[in-house]
């Protein structure tokens, strides 16, 4: 079978795995592609004996990854127009970038991040990026060739195919973003150019979609929900005045439209529709009010759209008529929040990707427990509840071994989910998810005669502030215990705290610390009352409130959490903030609790990393390295553990605490040796101050160009205005001679901070400056200044406040002036200054005077050469570059200084006579998107590194064994190209002797290869080795953290 074929020359997982995997998040997607695609394709006549299922980076996880392909397998030759709609089919579907067809004999990939060609192009494929003869070794070449450039697994699993591709591979071209915007370009129509009220547009649009949703649903044996049969039934009981084949024919006829909602009201009930009053004559005025909004002119601006035949955004036709409402992903909907009711503040729109990253920690697929209360405090648009309901459903299947009736399906919206939201709107449109998604659980066969939807809002969805506690379903007392999970993505944002939510927490045995009136820290406290003992909260919460702030409300709110509740997790989403949210600026964070007291044991701090390819659309991707256990009372009054492990480990929390101890500009002005202020503000300009005037001035921007420690004063002009904000100090100690300069924000082209001292003379005296720099002025010795503005410039201070600053570290290049005064200083002497004349000598005379180790400072070094350059959201930096560059491939320097810097760290520890040594497996012709080095421990051949010249075919041979190997042993899920960071303990025959030897394999990514990346893997093997030596389990693999995605 090609299948088969395809499996063998690519190295992908085996044909059972595709089609059926074995995970239960993997093997949830395999089933949805069958029922979405399979069903449909199997209809077509060259579509017969179709197979559909999954290429899944882990097809043994639990975990709902997207898949990294659809797989559509053809017994015969497909035709084009077959494969066309099995690409249609599968942009539709959403949740993969990529469509494999195979055919006997051939294989083509294709972007499900590129629209179908519109019927005026004559470009059927457009979307396909390559094909490929299964096994024509003339295409391909030898192996080597086919694993750098093909669809080999490790290039697919490792992102590599997607970055090589990345230009099929752009989000604005999938289907739930170009339906957005279409959906956004009517709406604009209507309400804009045609006067409809806001409200009534979005009921008319969702029922757009739904009826449109009833035209495309198939049953088992391929008909639609809603066809002509139906239609010319309406027809002949004379509901409908004329017989119809599409929606756009009806739209375009005002009364048949109303008539058919109407018929379709008394079939559904619901939200849907307007008449949900007592009486009928009330029922039948909601009724009227609507119609008398809508006009035929909007029903057919509606049937233009759905018929492709009006340009709806910058010049391009409606895409209606490509869309399958079959195959779009229900939750999708959710989307229509963001679009049709606009950005409140604090509200951001929670991509479904995250979402079952959420749930898959507190609501597993692989489970039987289908009687779960679920509570979503600010459900939105309701796509938590929306996926929430879907594993419900899953878990009542697998507990039931059937599929649920109609009524199974109501019952679990009735009794099960409840959600909140302060925006009536919003409360409309997750009203109308839940209601796609009981549909989509549903034959379309017994749509017509089973299927009644519950009335939800107002009684299992309810328009409101969550912290109103005189509504039943969520008050802090009667329905204290209520719920098994609270989930959700709560607003936050300064000043976001409602009137509800302050006379909830004025209630004495409530009373949290609030933090600049920002409202989302309250929702945990809340929830958590409302919760059994054996549930969990889980919600998105301001990480600056939550982990960074350090003013006295944070810190008292957090020792206050961490001390009551047993918090199991910790995501930090800082870095991945634009990705994410593509609108917000503040970060977040996902954080896990259960109404019990700590235990003692640690919490999981998880902080992904972005991976910069195009599959960061569909999954957080976590490495090991990127998660570290902090203990309860570390949490609870270290804030040091959530700046400093967010981007280094345990080696640089330790070496900040020292640094901490060291003196400071805050210890020397708390003496009463200095003191500082901010520049002066000018803001509203109404306090005139006529001490300023005439004084030299620094209020650009930036620093004056080329300045390198010391600004001269003469050189700066003075300053003509008095005018100052309102209320601007008066006090101006800190602008005297001696006087240092700091400019407050990170300086990205030096990747420094700036701190110059004032060279002046009495009568010039000292500068005033703008409010984007501190002025510090020293009351005893210069000396202090001094020893500031080396360390302020040095390596060494942008390390230190990119791991203590929670503003640096997290979102924001301007460290608050606290941060910047705590920086470490060397005991001031006259000599500091002597010979100094660039930065590198900055940098050696700080690592000098305040005793920095050399193990220390390649802490430094390695942050601020390729940690720092992510700041800015550039995926150009150096740290993601290849371990080699293309037009040198024998210089190993990298490489070289990591397993150097690995076997210090073993002699420092075991010894210097330790016999250790390491090998670089270093192909010569094509390159594999992975390194891997070896650790051998009593043997060496002289060299402390050696190279070992190997080709691709002979290293992924090599990877494979130790990938079974790996698999055998370890409790890991997915091999080890899904893990990227993976060690593997083995022993291997040298010149005839057996040698232990440690195998490492990561990324061909500097980031991974680092000097300090291997301090903390040397950390971990040497803690290995211990145990090792202790239980002798040699051929052991270990990985205490594998990798989750």
């Not at 980076?57 to 392909?69: G, K, Q, R, V």
């Not at 009136?517 to 003992?533: E, S, T």
């Not at 210090?904 to 012709?925: C, H, P």
Request: aromatic share 10%; charged share 25%; with cysteine.
């Amino acid at each position: 079978m090609s299948l088969y074929e395809a499996y063998k020359q690519f190295a992908w997982p085996t044909p059972e795995q595709i089609l059926n995997p074995s995970g239960a998040g993997p093997n949830v997607f395999a089933q949805l592609a069958k029922d979405k695609l399979g069903k449909a394709i199997e209809r077509l006549q060259d579509g017969t004996g179709v197979r559909v299922g999954i290429l899944a980076a882990s097809p043994e996880d639990d975990a709902t990854e997207s898949p990294l392909a659809i797989v559509c397998e053809f017994q015969r030759t497909a035709s084009e127009k077959t494969l066309q709609e099995a690409h249609r089919l599968a942009w539709n579907f959403s949740y993969a970038p990529l469509l494999i067809t195979i055919e006997p004999g051939l294989v083509r990939a294709w972007s499900c991040c590129e629209e179908p060609p519109g019927t005026n192009e004559n470009n059927p494929f457009k979307a396909q990026i390559k094909r490929y003869e299964l096994g024509n070794s003339e295409e391909h070449g030898d192996l080597s060739s086919q694993a750098a450039r093909s669809l080999h697994w490790v290039q697919l699993v490792s992102g590599q195919y997607f970055k090589e591709n990345e230009s099929h591979f752009k989000r604005d071209h999938c289907a739930d973003y170009l339906l957005l915007e279409n959906l956004k370009g009517v709406r604009q129509k209507l309400i804009d150019d045609k006067g409809l009220d806001s409200d009534i547009c979005h009921d008319l649009l969702a029922r757009i979609i739904f009826v449109q949703f009833l035209f495309h649903r198939k049953d088992s044996k391929g008909r639609p929900a809603l066809d002509t049969t139906r239609l010319n039934r309406l027809y002949e009981d004379r509901i409908l005045s004329a017989r119809y084949e599409e929606l756009a024919q009806i739209l375009e006829n005002y009364d048949d439209s109303y008539a058919l909602f109407q018929w379709l009201n008394n079939k559904f009930n619901g939200d849907l529709f307007p008449g949900k009053a007592q009486t009928e004559e009330e029922r039948q005025a909601e009724w009227q009010k609507e119609k008398d909004n809508v006009r035929p002119e909007h029903l057919s601006l509606l049937a233009d759209f759905v018929s492709g035949k009006i340009v709806v955004v910058s010049g391009q036709m409606s895409l209606w008529p490509q869309y399958s409402f079959d195959a779009i992903p229900i939750e999708f909907i959710s989307s229509i929040y963001e679009t049709f009711v606009g950005k409140k503040k604090g509200v951001v729109y929670t991509p479904g990707y995250l979402v079952d990253f959420i749930l898959d920690g507190v609501l597993p697929w692989n489970d039987e427990n289908w009687d779960v209360k679920v509570l979503d405090p600010a459900c939105g648009s309701g796509i938590f509840l929306v996926k929430a309901y879907q594993r419900l459903i899953h878990r009542w299947k697998k507990a039931n071994r059937q599929e649920p009736e109609a009524k199974i399906l109501r019952g679990l919206l009735e009794r099960n989910l409840f959600g909140v939201d302060i925006d009536p709107h919003a409360v409309r449109v997750a009203s109308f998810s839940l209601y796609l998604a009981m549909c989509d659980a549903i034959d379309p066969r017994h749509y017509w005669d089973q299927v009644k939807f519950p009335q939800l809002r107002n009684r299992r969805l309810i328009a409101s502030d969550f912290f109103a506690d005189d509504i039943p379903g969520f008050r802090s007392v009667e329905d204290k215990a209520s719920y098994d999970l609270v989930i959700g993505n709560a607003p936050w944002g300064k000043n976001s705290v409602t009137k509800c939510s302050l006379e909830w927490n004025e209630k004495a045995e409530n009373k949290w610390e609030v933090t600049y009136g920002d409202v989302g820290p309250l929702f945990l406290p809340k929830a958590a009352a409302l919760l059994k003992k054996s549930g969990f909260v889980s919600m998105l919460q301001p990480a600056m409130a939550m982990l960074f702030n350090q003013i006295d409300s944070a810190t008292i709110y957090r020792k206050r959490l961490f001390e009551n509740f047993k918090i199991e997790e910790v995501v930090n989403l800082s870095a991945l903030r634009f990705g994410l949210f593509s609108k917000a600026i503040s970060p977040a964070c996902i954080i896990t609790i259960r109404d019990h007291q700590p235990t003692g044991e640690p919490l999981s701090y998880i902080c992904p990393k972005p991976t910069f390819n195009s599959t960061e659309e569909y999954r957080v991707t976590i490495d090991p390295r990127d998660i570290n256990p902090v203990y309860p009372h570390e949490a609870a009054i270290d804030p040091l553990v959530w700046t400093t492990l967010m981007w280094g480990g345990r080696r640089d929390l330790a070496f900040i605490k020292s640094l901490r101890n060291c003196k400071n500009l805050e210890y020397y002005e708390t003496a009463g040796n200095t003191v500082s202020r901010q520049g002066i503000i000018r803001g509203d300009r109404t306090k005139v101050q006529n001490s300023i005037l005439g004084k030299r001035i620094l209020d650009s921007k930036e620093l004056p160009m080329h300045t390198f420690l010391s600004i001269d004063a003469k050189s700066l002009p003075e300053n003509f205005d008095p005018r100052t904000h309102s209320k601007d100090s008066t006090k101006y100690d800190a602008f005297r001679l001696p006087q240092l300069i700091i400019k407050q924000g990170w300086q990205q082209k030096r990747r420094r901070f700036q701190a110059a001292l004032i060279a002046s003379d009495e009568k010039t005296g000292a500068i005033l400056c703008s409010k984007s720099y501190v002025s510090v002025h020293c009351k005893v010795e210069t000396e202090i200044l001094r020893s500031a503005s080396l360390s302020l410039n040095s390596k060494l201070g942008v390390y230190f406040l990119r791991l203590t600053s929670g503003r640096f570290c997290s979102y924001r290049p301007e460290p608050n002036v606290q941060d910047l005064l705590r920086i470490p200083l060397a005991e001031p002497n006259a000599t500091l200054f002597n010979n100094i004349q660039s930065y590198e000598d900055v940098d050696s005379r700080v690592q000098q005077a305040l005793g920095v180790k050399e193990s220390e400072w390649i802490l430094v070094e390695d942050l601020f050469d390729y940690t720092l350059p992510d700041f800015g959201t550039d995926n150009n930096t150096s740290a993601y570059a290849l371990t080699r560059k293309a037009s040198n491939t024998n210089n190993e320097m990298i490489l070289e200084s990591y397993c150097h810097s690995f076997l210090k760290v073993l002699r420092a520890g075991f010894g210097e006579d330790i016999n250790v040594s390491a090998t670089i497996f270093q192909e010569m012709v094509t390159f594999l998107p992975v390194r891997m080095v070896a650790i051998h421990f009593d043997f060496s051949d002289g060299d402390d590194v050696r190279h070992e010249s190997i080709t691709s075919p002979d290293l992924l041979a090599r990877l494979q064994e130790l990938n079974t190997k790996f698999m055998d042993i370890s409790k890991a899920k997915g091999g080890i190209f899904y893990q990227r960071v993976v060690r593997v303990y083995d022993s291997v025959k040298i010149d005839g002797k057996n040698v232990p030897t440690v195998y490492l394999i990561k990324p061909d990514q500097v980031r991974y290869w680092t000097r300090s990346m291997a301090l903390r893997d040397a950390d971990d093997v040497a803690a290995d080795a211990l145990l090792w030596r202790k239980q002798a389990l040699l051929g052991v693999a270990m990985d205490s953290e594998p990798a989750r995605a």
